[in-house]
């Protein structure tokens, strides 16, 4: 799909995966909506890269619908890249034998499954509207990460959220084959995003001595440049693909 003059919502813009793909689709001619939160850099990169800012919880109907349609008054809405999301570290049992938080395993499902759901449904609504150009009318691409897939201990709501993205893909692109709208997933393994800047050097380093090929962290452009092939590639669909330099997570 050539996205040059067309609209694409990216989740998450402001910072890390989301603000390295909406860099690279700004550079291809498409017009970015930033949806984030207000406490975030989305303004700043909304003005860096023509488009426009949206303040929402991509879990709250209410507020995405209007992301939406700020999306949609810039013009043809065709790409959804859904970066938002949180982690949180929780056990089944705590260490003294207690149960683990519901609340905090109802909150991250709530962000992380959730909002990929209504991010998902919200602007395929949007694409559904728009004529097709040769064949397709939109790309949704979610986030998940290789812990849906090998979760540690203590990534119990993180792995459940992720593990529901990854199987609501193939669904979601069978369910909006008719309307031209394809839907992949991208399930990144260790990457050098703001959330794991907050860690020491010394433990970012073990981290990357853990993946085998290539060496080191992940940069988050790599993302952006998956994100853009599956968006070019038409045959790309209801797929999930690792992105990890075949990292596979250990127990711990």
Known sequence: MNVEGAVAIVTGGASGLGYATAKRLAAAGAKVLIVDQATS??????????????????????????????????????????????????????????????????????????????????????MAKTDAVEGERGVCILTASIA???GQIGQIPYASSKAGVIGMTVVAARDLASRGIRVCTIAPGIFDTPMLQRLPDAVKASLAQGVPNPHRLGDPDEYGKLAMTIIDNAYLNGETIRLDGALRMAPR
């Open 41 to 126: 850099r989305g303004a700043e990169v909304a003005q860096e890269l023509g488009g426009a800012f949206a303040v929402a919880d991509v879990a709250d109907e209410a507020s995405m619908q209007a992301a939406v349609a700020q999306a949609e008054a810039l013009g043809p809405v065709r790409v959804l890249v859904h970066c938002a999301g949180r982690g949180g570290a929780l056990r089944i049992l705590e260490r003294d034998g207690t149960p683990g938080s519901l609340a905090h395993y109802a909150e991250i499902i709530r962000v992380n499954l959730t909002g990929s759901f209504n991010a998902l449904r919200l602007a395929a609504a949007a």
């Open 148 to 150: 849906g897939i090998e």
